[in-house]
């Protein structure tokens, strides 16, 4: 069945970096595009970055466009989400999701949890 | 950016109850809309698309109905899984896709 696992969260200080990971399974993971989705502690969902199938186009959210920077590996079945100049404000759940006939998200990772705090 | 404002922000039901969810886009969506369910350290689950299509393995007691600006998620005989947060989702500027705000449904 299509899974994704996302990976990499963690405790990160203001200013510092770290890399999302979203290993897909169960779908031809290039022809689809995917999604960052965020949650953080005790909010609602925020759309961070989308990525095309083929990596030719990127989006972003304002609020991240500039510090983050989505990619893939087709050869490898993974999204990244790299994340710079991490703020407080940047503390959430990050979930990749993948679309379907860009109508819905389904189905959702479980998410990894990025914590910046000094 | 599309906005999506849902109301209401919290809800209070009894087990048995009926209860509806509206969604209000700040501009017309025609029917690019859809629903999701989070329950508590959860990743959200797609309940409803298109507006009005059940998504395989949703339950019927849950609906969707509206096209352009409003929109509603109806639960007909709420049951003791059915309490959690809902939002809806816009796709209409896909990809920037936006969500409301959410709907917290609790126990009376």
């Known amino acids: 069945q299509v899974q994704l696992v996302e990976s990499g969260g963690g405790v990160v200080q203001p200013g510092g970096s770290l890399r999302l990971s979203c290993a897909a399974s169960g779908f031809t993971f290039s022809s689809y595009g995917m999604h960052w989705v965020r949650q953080a502690p005790g909010k609602g969902l925020e759309w961070v970055a989308f990525i095309r199938y083929d990596g030719s186009n990127k989006y972003y959210a304002d609020s991240v466009k500039g510090r983050f920077t989505i990619s893939r590996d087709n050869s490898k079945n993974t999204l990244y989400l790299q994340m710079n100049s991490l703020r407080a404000e940047d503390t ?8 379907q006939e860009a109508r819905r998200f389904d189905p959702w990772g479980q998410g990894t949890l990025v914590t910046v705090s000094s | ?4 404002t849902q109301s209401p922000s919290f809800l209070s039901a009894s087990v048995g109850d009926r209860v509806t ?10 029917s690019y809309l859809a ?25 019927s007691r849950f ?13 007909s005989s709420l049951q003791p899984e059915d309490f959690a947060t809902y939002y809806c989702q816009q796709l209409n500027s896909y990809p920037r896709i936006t969500f409301g705000q959410g709907t917290r449904l609790e126990i009376k």
């Open chain 1, 92 to 99: 959430a759940v990050y979930y990749c999701a993948k679309p």
């Open chain 2, 1 to 4: 950016d599309i906005q999506l």
């Open chain 2, 63 to 75: 609906s969707g109905s509206g096209s352009g600006t409003e929109f509603t998620l109806t639960i």
């Open chain 2, 21 to 30: 969810i509206t969604c209000r886009a700040s501009q017309g969506i025609s």
């Open chain 2, 35 to 59: 629903w999701y369910q989070q329950k508590p350290g959860k990743a959200p689950k797609l309940l409803i698309y298109a507006a009005s299509t059940l998504q395989s393995g949703v339950p």
